[in-house]
């Protein structure tokens, strides 16, 4: 403060727009004295500021008079800038509302009709079924000398209030109307006094109220009206400025008894009522969507935290363990096939290893990281390193897995089906391994290449999905996609060619809204990469019509579905074959046909089992896909479902499948040894014999096991050799 040119006893403070503008303020001339001033920025963002410290980057202007802004003052609805309100429209939701009544002045009066009333096709029907009246409007139930006579034409039933605003929803709620609303105008503030509102209306005409008080009017077009709102901080506003979702007055004393909108956590937004909880943040500090009514978490429900924890802990147990058991077996492969067998097995595993630690890490930072304040943090997670990798491990596995249970399904059907051709039974030479190595390698490659390619920053026009800006730029809120950014550029640079914008174009001209001399470079931007689409950050597998990723995710799509088809098609070969070259096997008499139709009818399950999972797992979701992409359905939120429950479960189903030799698989096996011979003996009559078996058993039926962990029986195995070889393969 200083001792302004007026007599004053006390200094005054000034604003700090008055510092170095040219016109000395105070006595001493010390707010034009620029040496004693901190100052800020640069050229045309050169200002004086109180304390070095408080130096931000602003709002660049394209305006001749105003060079910028601050950052804070970005869409407030007060076009200090010019055009920064428009492009705020771009950028962020404009609530469409009803807040004017539709005015007629017949005979010296002011007729105000509300919407409900208006006559017009789309009332038409309504209208049949409701009877509107006419009613004298006073909303100050006093009555004022000179004020124009108004009636209000309104439907004579009561109607809920929550999406009207402005003028409208003061006469409604005022004059009784509203269902659950209440009148917002303070009945201590109306009429005005003859001196409210200073340094407005200089217009204005003093009149009396009830010839005991003196007010004020003011001419509207043909008549003098004194409809007008007090503020707190004595300022006036128009009837249609009140409950409009605004803070008109500065002090948002004109929202604050409105019961038509949700307030965010801030206290500076107002938005309708139906913003909150609908999906979509709309709040600065996303407290529309992230409250105690509706905030998300990366797995939103205990169904899935737990499924996550289930499946990650099964599918990372026996994977590892079908890994450690496949590594030490695949020394002691002494044939072409059994090796490419337990090559493939392993290839299996370590996909699914993968999913596995993709969802014990997706748990770990749901439960023990993020927990409830991930609504909070959602941006910074779908932008983040970590996100990424794990939705790179994830589509890693899954593929991998993929292409290994194909080629293990063609492996095993020329084992069977064309078993001569195939030399499956010529012993391992330096070449097959070679080529087995290749082929390994090559799978490796495709999943890894699958996974990382939508992580190139040579082709982010592809695959990104969006910006997060900083958090201080109140000019976005979330995750800003390519069309929202190029809408915003047009409406700051004015016409721009009708073409579709590079992500490092959009860049650079959006750096060129803010000046850069402070922080404001350190996160002005973070992109939204491909597995950011989501929390549990999966492949974006449901896209639409319009995004560039479509291709790249139909073709993956595509290939799927012809490895199951694959799939499907080999195991029905094999199930067939098998099924055919035991046939002379099955019709034998004694303990050798009973263990063949036995057998048969285990492989029978198994396969039906295999085609069965695959079918469940990728069937039903590609379908989805397909109706998502073509607007059927909006399946955006079954992205959680499909990441933690049906696409992983073939994680741990696969062990179990496709390695007899897991524990829980050898467990179930002993066990199941045990009581059968118990049971046999039982039925003998014979329980310390049957105790005593319970515990050998298992010893003396089971088999000399392969390294590919077929059983070799010896009981069909001459009889078989008066048959093709491929009688006594096993699957």
Not at 649 to 667: K, R
Request: net charge neutral.
């Amino acid at each position: 403060g200083c001792y302004r040119k007026y007599a004053h006893e006390s200094k005054l403070s000034i604003p700090i727009l008055w510092v170095g503008d040219g016109v000395t303020d105070c006595v001493d001339g010390s707010d034009e004295d620029l040496a004693s001033w901190e100052s800020c920025g640069s050229e045309k963002t050169h200002r004086f500021v109180k304390e070095k410290t408080s130096c931000i980057d602003v709002y660049i202007c394209q305006n001749e008079k105003v060079h910028y802004i601050e950052l804070g003052s970005l869409c407030d609805g007060v076009g200090n800038c010019g055009n920064e309100n428009q492009i705020c429209r771009t950028t962020q939701r404009t609530p469409s509302v009803f807040r004017e009544l539709t005015r007629l002045r017949k005979h010296g009066i002011n007729y105000f009709e509300t919407h409900h009333c208006t006559k017009g096709l789309e009332n038409l029907e309504r209208l049949k079924n409701e009877i509107c009246i006419e009613k004298l409007v006073n909303l100050v139930s006093e009555t004022i000398l000179g004020h124009a006579r108004s009636i209000l034409i309104a439907p004579a039933a009561k109607y809920s209030c929550k999406f009207m605003y402005g003028e409208l929803y003061i006469y409604m709620s005022c004059l009784g109307y509203c269902r659950e609303s209440g009148c917002p105008l303070n009945d201590s503030l109306i009429p005005l006094v003859h001196n409210a509102c200073p340094r407005q209306y200089p217009q204005r005409v003093f009149t009396l109220v009830d010839n005991t008080a003196l007010t004020f009017l003011v001419r509207k077009e043909k008549s003098y009206a004194n409809d007008f709102f007090l503020c707190e901080n004595n300022v006036c506003i128009d009837y249609n400025m009140v409950c409009n979702l605004v803070d008109d007055c500065g002090d948002a004393s004109d929202e604050k008894s409105c019961e038509n909108h949700f307030l965010c956590t801030d206290g500076k937004q107002f938005l309708p009522l139906n913003q909150k909880c609908d999906g979509t943040i709309d709040c600065k500090d996303f407290s529309d969507e992230c409250n105690e009514e509706c905030s998300k978490r990366i797995l939103s429900g205990s169904i899935y935290r737990f499924f996550a924890w289930f499946i990650g802990s099964f599918a990372v147990f026996l994977n590892l363990e079908s890994m450690i058991g496949s590594l030490k077996k695949l020394r002691d492969c002494e044939k072409a096939l059994q090796l490419s067998n337990r090559m493939m097995i392993l290839l299996i595993s370590l996909g699914d290893f993968c999913v596995g630690v993709y969802l014990l890490a997706i748990a770990v930072f749901d439960t023990f990281v993020f927990k409830e304040s991930y609504c909070f943090h959602q941006y910074s997670w779908l932008t983040s390193l970590n996100c990424a990798i794990l939705g790179s491990l994830n589509t890693f596995g899954s593929q991998l897995s993929v292409f290994s249970m194909t080629s293990l399904s063609i492996h095993r059907l020329c084992g069977i089906v064309i078993r001569d051709n195939y030399r499956s039974q010529k012993p391992v030479s330096r070449s097959d391994k070679l080529i087995l190595l290749i082929q390994s390698t090559a799978f490796a490659l495709i999943a890894i290449a699958t996974a990382l390619v939508p992580l190139l920053t040579s082709l982010e026009d592809y695959f990104v999905n969006g910006l997060v800006y900083h958090d201080s730029i109140a000019l976005f809120i979330g995750m800003v996609d390519k069309r929202m950014n190029t809408n915003a550029l047009s409406a700051y640079y004015g016409r721009m060619k009708d073409e579709v914008l590079s992500w490092e174009l959009i860049n650079e001209m959006m750096y060129r809204l803010f000046s850069h001399d402070y922080n404001l470079d350190s996160g002005f931007q973070r992109k939204v990469h491909f597995y950011g689409n989501d929390g549990v950050c999966l492949f974006k597998y449901f896209v639409e019509k319009d995004d560039p990723q479509r291709i790249y995710v139909f073709v993956l799509l595509t290939i799927n579905i012809f490895c199951f088809l694959a799939i499907s098609v080999c195991y029905t070969g094999i199930g067939y074959s098998a099924f055919r070259s035991s046939k002379y096997l099955a019709r034998a008499v004694g303990p050798t046909g009973q263990e063949v139709r036995q057998r048969n009818k285990k492989m029978q399950r198994r396969i039906i089992v295999l085609i069965m999972t695959d079918f469940l797992c990728w069937v039903p979701f590609i379908t989805i896909c397909f109706l998502h992409h073509g607007d059927v359905i909006d399946a955006r939120f079954l992205y959680i479902t499909f990441s933690i429950i049906f696409l992983p479960i073939n994680s741990v189903i696969n062990p179990l499948l496709y390695d007899d030799d897991t524990m829980i698989i050898q467990a179930v096996k002993s066990i199941s040894l045990g009581f059968s011979s118990q049971l046999r003996f039982l039925a003998r009559y014979n329980p310390r014999v049957a105790f005593q078996r319970f515990f050998t058993s298992t010893k003396r039926e089971k088999r000399e096991e392969k390294c590919d962990g077929e059983i070799e029986r010896s009981q069909i195995s001459n009889v078989s050799n008066q048959r093709p070889a491929n009688a006594e393969t096993r699957f």
